[in-house]
């Protein structure tokens, strides 16, 4: 399993949101280059970065910023928000960025996105659908969480046939820099539902002990943010689970 470090970008620091709320904003770093070369000297292979004022926004905002640390740093980076185009999409590759993550026009423009996923190749690609609770349904979130989409989550994941798509990331949003662990139970559902696509777990892990729960379920990949800026382990200790 895949550990990503994360940063998250929102004026050029690395912050934490509470449950998606662009309100809740809690401050870490004035400096993520440093950040992300640290990630690197912990053994971190791979790093998560968004663009969260471009996720608020609906456009790019910090890709610049991002292609930067992607050129100067020896790390592969995960990374989104605000990606709206095929020309956001190839601005961040053509920057050095290993993956690049889709997330809202995932739900909302599924052919383009198809579009995108033949054009660049599935490895290229991670659809991120951020979903809440609603009754027994889970319903995606879009634009920076601030919007619910009209389909529930097995309805968005059916408009990717397998062999079209290889990363799913999911954001349980109700979990997400809370601390309070991953939602196991609904990625296993995923992953029992849709065995061909490779899933990367996010939102609420707080300790080492769920690193490890995520590995056993068969998750192919973990975001780890809050818990390695607050202290609940290191980079380094989360790498060895891996």
């Known amino acids: 399993m895949i550990v990503y470090p994360a940063i998250d970008l929102r004026a050029g620091v690395a912050v934490r949101l509470m449950h998606g709320r662009f309100d809740q904003v809690t401050a870490y770093d004035t400096n993520p280059a440093a950040r992300l070369a640290g990630f690197v000297g912990s053994g971190a292979q791979w790093a998560h970065i968004v663009d969260l004022d471009g996720a608020e926004a609906g456009r790019a905002v910090q890709h ?78 879009l634009k920076g969480w601030t919007q619910a989409a009209d389909i529930d989550l097995w309805a968005a994941l059916d408009r990717y046939p397998a062999g079209t798509a290889r990363h799913l990331l999911v954001t349980d949003v109700g979990r997400d820099g809370a601390l309070t662990g991953p939602n196991l139970e609904l990625l296993t559902e995923i992953m029992l539902r849709r065995p061909d696509l490779k899933v990367q777990a996010s939102g609420g892990v707080s300790s080492l002990e769920d690193l490890k729960a995520a590995r056993a379920i068969g998750c192919d990949g973990a975001i780890v943010g809050r818990a390695i800026y607050e202290g609940r382990f290191t980079v380094d200790e989360a790498v060895a689970v891996q």
């Open 64 to 141: 610049a910023l991002i292609g930067e640390l992607a050129g100067a740093i020896d790390i592969r980076i995960q990374s989104g928000g605000g990606v709206r185009s095929a020309d956001d999409v190839q601005a961040l590759l053509d920057a050095g960025v290993s993956r690049v993550v889709v997330g809202s026009l995932a739900i909302s423009s599924p052919d383009t996105v198809a579009g995108w996923l033949e054009r660049f190749g599935p490895d290229r690609l991670t659809l991120a659908i951020d979903v809440r609770a609603d009754g027994e349904r889970w319903v995606p979130s």
